[in-house]
Nanobody, 126 residues
Framework: QVQLVESGGGLVQAGGSLRLSCAAS????????MGWFRQGPGKEREFVAA????????DYADSVKGRFTISRDNAKNTVHLQMNSLKPEDTAVYYC???????????????????WGQGTQVTVSS
């Protein structure tokens, strides 16, 4: 069982930056792939970024490539999402998720993740 708690959301102007953090419980954090997903108003939850258990592999949604960076610190059981050049369309509730770690690829679908945090709101004003 893994418990996840997100933090770092808030209100920011377009072009600004935010850094989201996700703290995980448990002793086997490095055995999980970690992902960030988001759900905007009236939209379905969508993939944002993922990182492998070791941190050697990352993947991003096309909409955030070049602007967002996912990273993890296995010694501190945390994963971060650095978000730069934010746009109003990035407004959403952002969720941290943990799932099975595969050696050759990262899951980018919701079903690939078993544990979810409660979410943190990010609002980007124009």
């Amino acid at each position: 069982q893994v418990q996840l708690v997100e933090s770092g959301g808030g209100l920011v102007q377009a072009g600004g930056s935010l850094r989201l953090s996700c703290a995980a419980s448990g002793r086997t954090f490095s055995s999980y792939a970690m992902g960030w997903f988001r759900q905007g108003p009236g939209k379905e939850r969508e993939f944002v970024a993922a990182v492998s258990g070791s941190g050697s592999m990352t993947d991003y949604a096309d909409s955030v490539k070049g602007r967002f960076t996912i990273s993890r610190d296995n010694a501190k059981n945390t994963v971060h999402l650095q978000m730069n050049s934010l746009k109003p369309e990035d407004t959403a509730v952002y969720y941290c998720a943990a799932g099975r770690n595969f050696p050759q690829f990262l899951r980018i679908d919701i079903l690939g993740y078993d544990y979810w945090g409660q979410g943190t709101q990010v609002t980007v004003s124009s």
